[in-house]
């Protein structure tokens, strides 16, 4: 993969760097030569970045050309929004006053060169900053009110950094080309890159050790370099063509901004991020499926103006769920009108609206796992010893956490559980989802749609064995392809 750094003007960037070449920006812009290659990274320094400006069309024509444009025109209008630098104000509130702190003006610029500043003591705050806003020279302004704030961030045009900076710029430059993987020889020996986020320290990951190895033979295998990485490799994924996500996803957490950020750098991605909002919030399924008429167990929004209905509505014992409960986790019986009451003041103190449903034993749960709107595997998960569900996280034994499973070959899945999975899972998108159901009296009864579903060696893949993580990264590289040839990707 061709490295090229971008400028207006040849003498903006006279750094020899190894394995990168300097373009300026018309070329880049009009040559064919530029137009007609298939893979490369472009490092965007140009001096404006305004609309419709050079700077500007370098990104949003490497974009189109299926190049990883450094800052791409997403990361631009992150720049220019009040919205978002107020967000990152109040997320990293605590760096930003620490790192400040003992400061004596009222105004403090902050310049940011490939994620490093000239002070050493500013390295968090500007690597964290950098991870938020992937631009190579970056401009911080904070002020101080009753504390740090702050007030904006912006592109650095190379023409204005200082002189005095000039040799900091250029030895941050070449420590940032050798420590991110943009070149090396084992690299253009493999047609794509792939990242897989992992977190060591999950009690219950949706992949065990052995199948994240899995994935990474089965990638190696089909031409993919593959890194395991984890919630401190944000800053990396411009490094990327694709993003498999192995760790337990929700909205208000860091999966769901690796999802966006990849998302929107065009790598191909697993689980997506408009996926992640769809499955991860049970109200909005629950609105989803019933609209669709796709077969539910009686559901009920609760919130505090109805909550005296549940009896009469769902009966006792129910069951009543988070929004964003996932792995039985946020899940509870109520099996009288006293746990009913107690359950819903803890729940309504957490979210205004909350699932309640009527309570549907059965000896165990269908699981379907669908990719590219296709069936991929199906299993049964079985309640967890004395337990109501297939995990039981207060079980007094290791072995009585987690329920026993069987996989299930096709043509012995019944047609109407088959096809309500089908069903609800292509309401959500294209990707890779594991469906629970219930089957009652001939009906199957859609649990809920998992945007991550469970992939364990030994258990899902007991009958596909490798060929289960095969398709996976499959359909990732057929996802790469139709990005880098123009044919549009999937929107979740």
């Not at 949706?206 to 370099?225: C, M, R, T, W």
């Amino acid at each position: 993969m061709r490295k090229i750094i971008i400028v207006d003007y040849p003498k903006d960037w006279e750094e020899a760097i190894e394995d990168t070449e300097v373009v300026d920006a018309q070329t880049y812009l009009t040559s064919p030569t530029y137009t007609d290659i298939r893979s490369a990274r472009i490092f965007n320094l140009c001096r404006s970045h305004r609309y419709q400006s050079a700077g500007y069309y370098v990104s949003l024509l490497a974009e189109a050309r299926g190049h990883k444009p450094i800052p791409s025109v997403t990361t631009m209008q992150d720049l220019k929004s009040p919205t978002i630098v107020r967000a990152i104000t109040v997320e990293m509130e605590d760096l930003i006053q620490k790192s400040l702190a003992g400061l004596k003006s009222k105004n403090f610029t902050l310049s940011i060169y490939f994620g490093q500043n000239v002070a050493a003591k500013y390295e968090k705050l500007c690597k964290a900053l950098h991870d938020h806003f992937q631009a190579p020279l970056l401009r911080a302004q904070f002020v101080y009110k009753d504390n740090w704030v702050l007030q904006s961030i912006s592109q650095v045009p190379i023409n204005e950094v200082p002189e005095d900076h000039r040799k900091y710029l250029k030895s941050f430059a070449k420590a940032y080309f050798a420590r991110h993987r943009f070149s090396g020889a084992r690299i253009n020996r493999k047609a794509y890159d792939l990242a897989i986020l992992v977190d060591p320290q999950e009690k219950a990951p949706p992949s065990n050790e052995k199948a994240i190895q899995y994935f990474v033979d089965a990638a190696e295998n089909l031409g993919f370099y593959t890194e395991l990485i984890t919630k401190d490799d944000y800053r990396r994924l411009p490094e990327f063509d694709a993003l498999l996500i192995r760790e337990t996803t929700a909205v208000n957490h860091h999966t769901y901004r690796f999802a966006r950020k990849a998302f929107a750098d065009g790598l191909a991605v697993i689980d997506d991020p408009v996926s992640i909002l769809r499955c991860t919030n049970k109200v909005y399924l629950a609105e989803l499926l019933a609209k669709a008429k796709v077969p539910i167990p009686k559901t009920m929004i609760i919130h505090k103006d109805n909550r005296d209905e549940v009896v009469k509505e769902l009966g006792l014992p129910c069951v009543l769920k988070l929004p964003d409960s996932s792995f039985s986790q946020g899940v509870v019986k109520a099996k009288c009108e006293k746990e009913l009451k107690e359950e819903l003041d803890k729940m309504l103190e957490t979210s205004e609206l909350i699932i309640g449903q009527e309570y549907t034993p059965t000896d165990f749960d269908w699981r379907i796992g669908v990719l590219d709107k296709q069936p991929l595997y199906a299993c049964k998960y079985y309640m967890a010893k004395g337990h109501w569900q297939i995990y039981n996280w207060n079980g007094k034994k290791k072995q009585d956490e987690e329920g026993d499973d069987e996989i299930v070959p096709f043509e012995e899945v019944p047609f109407h559980v088959l096809h309500t999975a089908l069903k609800a899972a292509n309401l959500i998108g294209d990707g890779l989802y594991g469906v629970d159901l219930k089957e009652i009296d001939g009906r199957a009864y859609v649990i809920e749609v998992n945007d991550n579903p469970s992939i364990d060696a030994g258990v899902e893949d007991k009958i596909l064995k490798k060929e289960l993580y095969a398709a996976v990264i499959k359909s990732i590289k057929r996802r790469i392809d139709n990005h880098k040839n123009g044919n549009g990707r999937s929107d979740g």
